[in-house]
Nanobody, 124 residues
Framework: QVQLVESGGGLVQPGGSLRLSCAASGRTFSSYFMAWFRQAPGKEREFVARVNWNGGSTYYADSVKGRFTISRDNAKNTVYLQMNSLKPEDTAVYYC?????????????????WGQGTQVTVSS
């Protein structure tokens, strides 16, 4: 079992950067796959990025590839999402998610644990 709390969202102009953090508490944080999803108003929640147990393997949605970087610090029980070159279409509530099994890693329903979300707004 793990509890997740996101932070770092806010208002940023197009082309700017933000770093989101997800602080985790619970047993054996390093054993969890971690991911970021986002949900824009009126749209389905969508996959953004994920990272494996030790940070050695990452995967990104095509829409953010080359602009976003996911990483984790197991010593701090924290996963990060560095977002660069932000676009207005990146505006959404961003959610941190976790699971232990290596299945449906890009699917909302495949994750067991979720944070409360943090708002990211990209606007000029």
């Amino acid at each position: 079992q793990v509890q997740l709390v996101e932070s770092g969202g806010g208002l940023v102009q197009p082309g700017g950067s933000l770093r989101l953090s997800c602080a985790a508490s619970g047993r054996t944080f390093s054993s969890y796959f971690m991911a970021w999803f986002r949900q824009a108003p009126g749209k389905e929640r969508e996959f953004v990025a994920r990272v494996n147990w030790n940070g050695g393997s990452t995967y990104y949605a095509d829409s953010v590839k080359g602009r976003f970087t996911i990483s984790r610090d197991n010593a701090k029980n924290t996963v990060y999402l560095q977002m660069n070159s932000l676009k207005p279409e990146d505006t959404a509530v961003y959610y941190c998610a976790a699971k232990t099994e290596s299945s449906y890693l890009n699917t909302v329903n495949g994750y067991n644990y979720w944070g409360q979300g943090t708002q990211v707004t990209v606007s000029s």
